[in-house]
């Protein structure tokens, strides 16, 4: 119980010393080495099934049947170690900015709640939690690993703004990381809606 | 009356349920509960010491935060935090530990329909799996009326958009501890009518009757 009375997560002098002396030696406090990643699992998008009951009347018998599943696009699911962060994304048509007419636009929405880290004050955006949107979404558009382009439907008029957002469960430490691995991950399983223009300026989705 | 639903129900039969707690590392409790493709986190904090301004320093504090799948909070997360809230409250003993706050974070990862009763289980199982002390635990269940008059239990997505209206009704899952003295026994076992919480959406008049037959049900 007095674990839980203090807000903060507080390492007295002897673990620091600790952890500096084996680090020293090579040594990391879980085992590992110095190079060596935790265990890492991707969980892609959710299996979404319908189920159908037949019913056969002259004997009775309920018969489940698997009638259709489909994954569920843009969703992620990453664990790395006992980190654990989920990743959604959402595509709307908007309006494009005047200067980037014909290139669609990419954001990246992560909130640091109280559920990872009970440090956390809900309802003020963290430093650290905005330094890390800020890396994810730098890493992702600098290196073009969407192309912005390929997402205007209508030049000048509509365009696709992709929305990532990551929900951080767990902190067990290197937050980047997994951060990255599931903005990627959610981004790999999402397909945007087919989008028609119709007549001058009717659209159908 | 024969009532066909999409997956094959019957009226009152619910969707299969999956509970799993300590998932969570560094939360002190926590709890994923899902009702077919429902499914909803909760993590639970605490006690932690303090309290807001406006909360009663004499008893333990909750404090609920609800995150939506995509998108910022808005007004409809706000609703969902005051009720939870209440309905917390109501089954947590609150006096063992004063001037402390109880955070119970909840985290919506697919919404199919009856999503606040699945919140609201969640929470529960959180608040077991943290230790927090509670009267009783709590179990809650959503339940809608169409328009010919006929009651379904647990809608999904596709069935909550056709009704015309439904409540959400929480109880305890002890009889004995919300019923007055003196209540009436019907064939020798207590009549269950204690309920912590009650919200109705839409319109449900004339439907009380039906309403509460399905529920005694349960």
Request: charged share 20%; aromatic share 6%; hydrophobic share 40%.
């Amino acid at each position: 119980m007095d674990l839980r009375l203090a807000n903060m997560w507080r390492l007295t002098m002897n673990e620091k010393k600790f952890i500096k002396t084996a680090l020293t030696s090579g040594i990391r406090i879980d085992g590992r080495n110095p190079y060596e990643y935790r265990k890492l699992s991707i969980k892609f998008g959710r299996q979404v099934s319908a189920f159908s009951y037949i019913e056969e009347r002259d004997t009775h018998i309920h018969v489940h049947k698997w009638v259709s599943w489909f994954r569920e696009d843009g969703s992620s699911e990453v664990q790395l170690g006992q980190t654990h962060v989920m990743g959604f994304v959402t595509g709307q048509l908007v309006q494009p900015y005047r200067d980037q007419a014909n290139e669609g636009t990419l954001s990246i929405y992560t909130e640091f709640s109280l559920m990872a880290n009970p440090s956390f004050e809900p309802g003020r955006l963290g430093e650290f939690a905005v330094e890390l949107g800020r890396i994810v979404d730098r890493g992702l558009r600098e290196s073009r690993a969407v192309d912005t382009e390929s997402l205007c439907v209508l030049a000048g008029k509509l365009v696709w703004a992709i929305l990532i957002d990551l929900h951080i469960l767990d902190n067990g430490g290197n937050l980047v990381d997994a951060a990255n691995i599931a903005a990627l991950a959610a981004l790999l399983t999402y397909r945007r809606p087919e989008c028609s223009l119709g007549g001058e300026d009717g659209l159908e989705v | 009356m024969e009532v066909d639903r999409a997956d094959g129900r019957n009226p009152n039969q619910l969707r299969p349920l999956a509970c799993s707690c300590s998932i969570l590392h560094r939360a002190h409790g926590s709890a994923s509960w899902s009702q077919g493709d429902t499914k909803v986190l909760a993590a639970v904090y605490g006690p932690k010491a303090g309290t807001k301004k406006n909360e009663n320093p004499e008893k333990a504090s909750i404090e609920v935060i609800w995150k939506p799948r995509t998108g910022q909070i808005g007004k409809p997360e706000k609703e969902y935090e005051i009720i939870l809230k209440r309905t917390l409250q109501s089954i947590c003993i609150l006096t063992i530990n004063p001037n402390t706050t109880t955070s119970v974070i909840i985290q919506v990862v697919h919404d199919d329909g009856a999503l606040l009763p699945c919140a609201i289980n969640a929470a529960c199982a959180a608040l077991v799996d943290a230790g927090i002390p509670m009267k009783h635990l709590a179990v809650a269940i959503c339940c809608c009326s169409a328009e010919s008059g006929y009651c379904i239990l647990d809608p999904t997505k596709l069935e909550e958009q056709k009704m015309k209206g439904f409540a959400y009704l929480v109880f305890p899952n002890s009889i004995l501890s919300v019923l007055p003295e003196g209540s009436s026994l019907v064939q020798g076992e207590p009549m269950e009518h204690g309920i912590i919480t009650s919200v109705t959406h839409g319109a449900m008049s004339g439907n009380l009757s039906t309403l509460r037959v399905s529920v005694s049900h349960l």
